[in-house]
T-cell receptor, first 116, second 110 residues
């Protein structure tokens, strides 16, 4: 298995531009998570999906952030318009039945976003 | 509100030494606890998962313990190697969410 695949690996954009981050979870996993990691705040859960349905988006910082999961093999996180404070590493992770025994979270390598 | 704390924030040891990383959490009503490893520029790799009903888990040179009553977990690394250098994070599952500590940055010197 190729693991969780994220694209792009790096994104540099100017303030005000739209940014779209992409994620392909591990085949067969029914949970998908988007996290953001910064030095100041560590790892923060933004939103998670179960069977393509958003379950908890309370971590999404503001309306500029949106996430979709049109099918079991693809998800996007969109920021529009982007701001410098959005600069961070964004991780996608997937798991088989959240929190169950022997079902840890599998992370992608992340997208490093820089907004100038 | 569940808070997860890891001490120390950074640790440097000589190769071959046994070491312990600490994780504490404020709310003992957790579903499970997981230890992860993060290499620079990479995502997180799951090392060990301990269910709330378990006391410890072992994988190779790694042993993780869980004491829910005191809100603590430790990750024991035996005979450390330079390849163990990374940031180690613990995370607890509560209320459907995985809450992470800030991590301990480990450096093992040859």
């Amino acid at each position: 298995d190729a693991g969780v695949i994220q694209s792009p690996r790096h994104e540099v954009t100017e303030m005000g531009q739209e940014v779209t981050l992409r994620c392909k979870p591990i085949s067969g996993h029914d949970y998908l998570f988007w996290y953001r990691q910064t030095m100041m705040r560590g790892l923060e859960l933004l939103i998670y999906f179960n069977n393509n349905v958003p379950i908890d988006d309370s971590g999404m910082p503001e309306d500029r952030f949106s996430a979709k999961m049109p099918n079991a093999s693809f998800s996007t996180l969109k920021i529009q318009p982007s701001e410098p404070r959005d600069s961070a590493v964004y991780f996608c992770a997937s798991s088989l039945s959240r929190g169950r025994a022997n079902s840890p979270l599998h992370f992608g390598n992340g997208t490093r976003l820089t907004v100038t | 509100k569940q808070e997860v704390t890891q001490i120390p924030a950074a640790l440097s040891v000589p190769e071959g030494e046994n070491l312990v990383l600490n994780c504490s959490f404020t709310d003992s009503a957790i579903y499970n606890l997981q230890w992860f490893r993060q290499d620079p520029g990479k995502g997180l790799t799951s090392l060990l998962l301990i269910q709330s009903s378990q006391r410890e888990q072992t994988s190779g040179r790694l042993n993780a313990s869980l004491d829910k009553s005191s809100g603590r977990s430790t990750l024991y690394i035996a005979a450390s190697q330079p390849g163990d250098s990374a940031t180690y994070l613990c995370a607890v599952v509560k209320g459907g969410k995985l809450i992470f500590g800030q991590g301990t940055e480990l450096s093992v010197k040859p």
